[in-house]
């Protein structure tokens, strides 16, 4: 009997010994490098289960609820801080890993504005909010206009002239709304309700001249030129333009940080309080502060990388682009992204959905 009770023992043992030898990964699609991957499970012994979100409001409720079974996920800074607020993750105890020295000082420095002393993250990827467009289709209506600039969007004599050609806007209410902001002068996280009605009028000056509202969407268009102008992420028009070069189109898509400032993101690593894994986790971590691990990314998705070791990795068309890898005069006119307090993110919600039904 006790032999009996022995092997049955073992055999309900070995499922989940098995799956101890598992990372469960939640994150945007392709957002590590395969070969990183393959390298990574090679090297560990782990498989790695990958699931992916099109909207940080999902991986928000995820962590926010619990329950997830993920081991990694990639929050934004302000998903990150309301995750830390309800107590949605644990320590990740990256400092003593090898390779943190090597990231970004200014990336931890903006990072610990929500999560003091970098306990539960670690900075990954990095970029702007800014004008992804087709040059030519733009010169063509606006000989004179400057193309770094959100006048583009924001000033009706400029936005009219290209509603024939197609303005696109990202999904995100907090990033445009604190974008229209901050053109208009004002604290881009204010809730101010004089400022917010400012915002909303420039928002609905706009709305005219806007083919859509929508994710995902721009890069594809961008690219084939179903749009000349989208306010979108820097990866995004820089993978559109390489979608367009390939397939040796007529014009060039480009994209430019705006010089009136803009938001600077930034996605992190980190480990939900309930991980099944968290040793596999923080394996996973590790490996991804390798130069190569990350550099395989930004030469992918052109998303800059928060390890300063592995810029010289990065091919040098993509780091040597300073609407990538902006200079220290660009940097010092961006702003972070912050949390807000939900009654704020509500009264935004409201405004956006205005924007969004043309109320």
């Not at 992916?52 to 801080?81: H, I, M, N, R």
Request: charged content about 20%; glycine content about 6%.
């Amino acid at each position: 009997m006790r032999s009996l009770l022995l092997l049955v023992s073992i055999a309900l043992a070995l499922p989940v010994q098995a799956e101890d030898k598992v990372v469960n990964l939640y994150s945007w699609a392709d957002y590590v490098a395969p070969a990183t991957l393959a390298r990574f499970e090679q090297a560990t012994g782990y498989k790695v289960r990958y699931d992916t979100f099109d909207t940080p409001e999902v991986l928000e409720t995820k962590l926010l609820t619990g329950g997830s079974g993920y081991d990694v996920v990639v929050p934004s800074s302000s998903v990150l801080a309301r995750a830390l607020k309800a107590g949605g993750l644990q320590r990740t105890q990256q400092q003593g890993m090898s390779g943190y020295a090597n990231l970004d000082h200014d990336l931890l420095g903006k990072l610990a504005v929500v999560d003091p002393g970098n306990q539960y993250a670690v900075p990954y990827t990095w970029g702007t909010l800014g004008l992804g467009m087709n040059v030519e289709a733009v010169r063509k209506r606006l000989p004179d206009a400057p193309l770094n600039s959100l006048d583009l969007l924001f000033k009706p004599e400029y936005a009219s002239k290209l509603a024939d050609c197609g303005i696109a806007v990202i999904d995100s209410p907090q990033e445009v709304i604190g974008l229209a902001l901050h053109y208009l002068g004002k604290d881009p996280y204010t809730s101010d309700k004089a400022d917010l009605a400012a915002a909303a009028e420039l928002l609905h000056k706009l709305q005219p001249s806007v083919r859509y509202v929508a994710n995902g969407r721009q890069i594809s268009d961008l690219a084939n030129g179903t749009v000349c102008l989208a306010l979108t992420y820097n990866g995004d028009a820089a993978m559109a333009a390489d979608q367009a070069k390939k397939a040796n189109k007529p014009f060039e898509v480009a994209y430019r940080i705006p010089r009136e400032g803009t938001l600077i993101w930034q996605d992190n690593l980190a480990i939900p309080k309930d991980a099944p894994h968290p040793e596999a986790a923080r394996a996973f971590i590790q490996f991804m502060l390798r130069p190569d691990s990350v550099a395989a990314l930004t030469n992918t998705l052109f998303f800059a990388n928060a390890n300063q070791a592995a810029t010289p990795l990065v091919d040098e068309a993509v780091r040597n682009d300073p609407d990538i890898y902006p200079p220290a005069e660009v940097r010092n006119r961006l702003f972070a992204d912050q949390s807000m307090a939900l009654p704020d993110l509500r009264q935004r919600t409201r405004l956006w959905t205005a924007f969004r039904t043309r109320e």
